[in-house]
T-cell receptor
Framework: QQQVKQSPQSLIVQKGGISIINCAYE??????FPWYQQFPGKGPALLIA?????SEKKEGRFTISFNKSAKQFSLHIMDSQPGDSATYFC???????????FGKGTKLSVKP | GAGVSQSPSNKVTEKGKDVELRCDPI?????LYWYRQSLGQGLEFLIY????????KSGLPSDRFSAERTGGSVSTLTIQRTQQEDSAVYLC???????????FGSGTRLTVV
């Protein structure tokens, strides 16, 4: 119930391609779904977040798609660049309880 | 400060020793979180402080782990009688409120030998 399942574990994309990372959850009480980006030796940093009242949110090259009925959400990185190479984590939380439940991460490598 | 500061950045300790990890959150952030990041295991929630409320300790893996937050600011995570399986990166994060974006520190890499 508390898990957020993330796939794939690793992803290799050519420069200019689209990177897609998927997450699924069981707890229907979740109402906040952020994505974090982590570079080696650094802590994760918030990339983009969505709430379940919308199906899509776009910020620059990054888009979250949200499917409430399927209990799934995904991150799309358009025109992927080598600088996007990092580990990406999806997460979820609910109500007044603040702590985020994180997926296990996806290591993205964008080849030049 | 400008960001979340964690110290030390690296810690090597012998099995059975106690260690203390420190976190200085962003000034004014009322919520503070500790997570553990092991290779291939994502971020595991440990403990959460919100203002003056009792902390949520539901993620602490054993009674060897404890944390405190003094004066609503600095937090210390203590691991007693360290074991090799405690080796991981310990991340601290703070946020303006329990529903706001987290700002993470760079973590403390703990190695138990």
């Amino acid at each position: 119930q508390q898990q957020v399942k993330q796939s794939p574990q690793s992803l290799i994309v050519q420069k200019g391609g689209i990177s897609i990372i998927n997450c699924a959850y069981e707890n229907t009480a979740f109402d906040y779904f952020p994505w974090y980006q982590q570079f080696p030796g650094k802590g994760p940093a918030l990339l983009i977040a969505i709430r379940p009242d919308v199906s899509e949110k776009k910020e620059g090259r990054f888009t979250i798609s949200f499917n409430k009925s399927a209990k799934q959400f995904s991150l799309h990185i358009m025109d992927s660049q080598p600088g996007d190479s990092a580990t990406y984590f999806c997460a979820a939380s609910w109500g007044s309880q603040g702590n985020l439940i994180f997926g296990k991460g996806t290591k993205l490598s964008v080849k030049p | 400060g400008a960001g979340v500061s964690q110290s030390p950045s690296n810690k090597v300790t012998e099995k059975g020793k106690d260690v203390e990890l420190r976190c200085d959150p962003i000034s004014g952030h009322t919520a503070l979180y500790w997570y553990r990041q092991s290779l291939g295991q994502g971020l595991e929630f440990l403990i959460y402080f919100q203002g003056n409320s009792a902390p949520d300790k539901s993620g602490l893996p054993s009674d060897r782990f404890s944390a405190e937050r003094t004066g609503g600011s600095v937090s210390t995570l203590t691991i007693q009688r360290t074991q090799q399986e405690d080796s991981a990166v310990y991340l601290c994060a703070s946020s303006l409120s329990s529903r706001a974006a987290y700002t993470f520190g760079s973590g403390t890499r703990l190695t138990v030998v």
